[in-house]
């Protein structure tokens, strides 16, 4: 049978429950101003159950919301009888009224994903040949293993993927650590904005550090001063991340670190001129310096050519040749 349309009491809707509430962090502004000058119109998908008065909202939770804000009083509504609408049908309609208006968040995608498979039994195969296109994502196992651990995250990691503040791998990657390490790191990576290969640079020197050293994240994050960093008012966005980069490379690498500072230091005692430039080996792994050099005349020819004769002489060249 289909659905009977009338103006419906928002008395008569059971607010409370969200059973098929798929929208996360919402952006009400443009709704807000569509429903107080002109009301709703798209009605919403109502369902009535046996033994229940109060009818179930299956999409439109956030216009019932506006029209109680903007206090309007009823809502146009489809109503569906539960007897003929079952479960499955009304999950799969909220999913499809919502794609035919945005495209899905990572955290209702997840939601969406997690729902179809663990509450009515889908199969990952057809999750992956039907569900994952439809949803804007890899049609992968791998992506649906991906968005099973994202559902279960904390909401603040949740939140910050949404907003754009996290990637959805870095999010993840936080949601493996407990307590202070989760909270220290989640710092870190939210208050700064970090681009994708920044944050798995990032990443990657805190898990090695951790590994070598047999310590927590929050430990190495201590080392680098994360509180001092953070709260330097002095510094840019920018110039924080490089900042921690720094110092998370010189833990992570202390003796490279270090050859590395003795080696700018050598340099400048040197004084080359701009058009010369002295190159260690990679990692100061080798046995040769490498000398470039830019001219475009005879003049900046013979500049250069002097410069590197002086060098040869410099008491600063034996703090070279230690490196190597």
């Known amino acids: 049978m289909a659905p009977t349309f009338r103006d419906v009491p928002l008395t ?61 009083t009823t809502v146009p509504a489809l109503i569906h009888n539960a007897a003929e609408f079952p479960d499955e049908q009304a999950f799969l309609l909220a999913v499809h009224e ?44 791998d992506t649906l293993a991906m ?34 390490d989760r909270q220290e790191l989640a710092r870190l990576f939210t208050e700064i904005k970090l681009g994708s290969n920044r944050a798995r640079e990032f990443i990657a020197y805190i898990d090695d550090i951790c590994r070598r050293d047999d310590c927590t994240a929050s430990a190495v994050l201590h080392r680098v001063d994360l509180e001092g960093v953070l709260g330097d008012a002095k510094l840019s966005g920018p110039q924080k991340i490089e900042r921690f980069r720094h110092r998370l490379r010189q833990e992570r690498y202390p003796q490279l670190s270090s050859h590395e500072e003795r080696f700018q230091t050598a340099v400048r005692q040197l004084h080359l001129p701009g058009q010369v430039r002295l190159r260690p080996p990679p990692s100061f792994d080798g046995s040769d310096y490498q000398v470039t050099f830019n001219f475009h005349n005879r003049e900046v020819l013979q500049q250069s050519a002097q410069s590197l004769l002086d060098a040869a002489s410099a008491a600063a060249l034996a703090e070279l040749f230690e490196l190597l």
């Not at 990572?106 to 969406?112: C, D």
């Not at 503040?165 to 407990?178: D, N, Y």
């Open 12 to 72: 008569d809707i059971a607010l409370e429950d969200t059973r098929w509430l798929l929208t996360y962090r919402p952006q009400l502004d443009a709704l807000r101003r569509s429903i107080a000058q002109i009301g709703v119109v798209t009605p919403v998908q109502l369902r009535s159950l046996p033994g229940r008065e109060a009818l179930q909202i299956v999409c439109g939770f956030q216009r019932v919301h506006v029209c109680r804000e903007v206090g309007q």
């Open 98 to 141: 919502n794609l035919g208006c945005r495209p899905l968040n990572v955290v209702e995608t997840g939601r969406a994903l997690w729902r179809l498979q663990h509450e009515f039994g889908y199969q990952v195969s057809t999750l992956v040949q039907e569900f994952c296109p439809l949803l804007g994502v890899p049609p992968r196992r």
């Open 147 to 180: 968005y099973e651990a994202f559902v279960v995250l904390d909401e603040p990691l949740q939140a910050a993927t949404v907003d754009g503040r996290l990637a959805m791998s870095t999010a993840l990657w936080i949601g493996e650590h407990e307590g202070m």
